[in-house]
């Protein structure tokens, strides 16, 4: 049944099961886990079980409810996420979702409130939603989730039942991308580097030539590829290089650490195992905080090409270390 379409996720599915055969379902729930890994798929698929008609197992994604639902399409599941230049999700706004839920529903048993990036809930948001999580009505329950569980306030988390989305197997996301048309090569690779998020790999999928690209320069032990090079400009632009980098870097210590199956970008082993021969792993930790926090900044700085250009000098600097440097020329490699 619909349950088990869900790819992965069984603890969180066998959780929610017994939830319903024991009709002990909590008032609320987090789902916590990173992104694009079906955190609001297995949400909805709860607030169908609640809804469905079937009398055998539910949901069943048959009967009008489960349909309604499927498409999104149910008047009585009120779904909110973060918005606005703030990107956060106000009190006026959860005030609008409590007033419908203290009506009665149009015509579901259960209705639904689902709440994405519940980290993103101001203070006085989260202070107006505590008393509704712990005490909800016997017809409506809440379904919250974040990316970012550190960043939930505890008054929040402390009232939901807490369940973990852990990211999915490669092989399960590279099977979700062949069935999208991404093609076999791709799909593999897209999925390895997506750290188990579908949602990361089809955008990664969408964008393949232009990562490949990125790669090939990274594995360029020549400064010059990156001197000429153009920089990106844009702040998606500038992101997904950044990411790129951190990449590459996990990439270099992961070999350095000698865990070949555990590098993502395959078709540069060889590129990499040269990296991480000369390279100084303290160096490398130290520019991957660097771009951590300038992946950060990303969002707010004035000018993203400032970002990306910070991020090539630091690259370049790791070339000026000598012996250190993962682009050690070939002809130091042979001086020794
Ligand atoms: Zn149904």
Not at 130 to 152: G, Q, V
Not at 324 to 336: G, L
Request: hydrophobic fraction near 45%.
């Amino acid at each position: 049944m619909a349950w088990a379409e869900i790819i992965g996720h069984e603890f969180a599915k066998r959780l929610l099961q017994t939830h319903l055969a024991e009709g002990a379902v909590p008032g609320a729930y987090l789902f916590a886990g990173p992104d694009g890994v079906g955190k609001r798929r297995v949400a909805l698929e709860m607030v169908k079980a609640l809804n469905c008609a079937a009398q055998g197992p539910r949901p069943c994604d048959a009967c009008p409810a489960c349909r309604q639902i499927s498409r999104g399409a149910h008047p009585d599941v009120h779904l909110l996420a973060p918005g606005g230049a703030s990107q956060q999700i106000r009190i006026d706004e959860i005030r609008h979702v409590l007033g419908r839920l203290a009506l009665r529903p149009f015509s579901a048993r259960i209705q639904a409130a689902l709440i994405d990036g519940a980290e993103r809930l101001t203070e006085e948001a989260a202070n107006s939603l505590l008393k509704a999580l712990e005490e909800p009505s016997a017809r409506a329950r809440f379904f919250l989730t974040t990316a970012r569980l550190s960043d939930c306030l505890p008054t929040i988390v402390s009232r939901c039942q807490l369940i973990r989305c852990r990211p999915l197997p490669v092989e399960a996301v590279a099977r979700l991308l062949r069935e999208q048309g991404v093609a076999e090569e791709t799909a593999e690779a897209a999925a390895r580097l997506s750290g188990g998020s579908v949602s990361q790999a089809l955008e990664l999928a969408g964008r393949w030539p232009a990562y490949r690209e990125l790669a090939a320069r990274l594995a360029d032990r020549s400064p010059s590829a990156w001197l000429e090079g153009a920089l990106p400009e844009t702040r998606q632009d500038v992101a997904r290089f950044l990411d790129g980098l951190m990449d590459w870097l996990r990439d270099v210590a992961v070999t350095a650490a000698g865990g070949p199956q555990w590098v993502r970008q395959r078709d540069h082993a060889e590129a990499l195992r040269r990296a991480a021969a000369a390279i100084d792993l303290d160096r490398c930790l130290k520019l991957a905080w660097e771009l951590v926090s300038l992946r950060e900044s990303v969002d707010q700085f004035v000018s993203p090409r400032l970002v990306a250009s910070l991020a090539r000098e630091k690259w370049l600097e790791l070339q000026k270390s000598g012996d250190t440097s993962i682009f050690r020329s070939p002809e130091r490699d042979s001086e020794k």
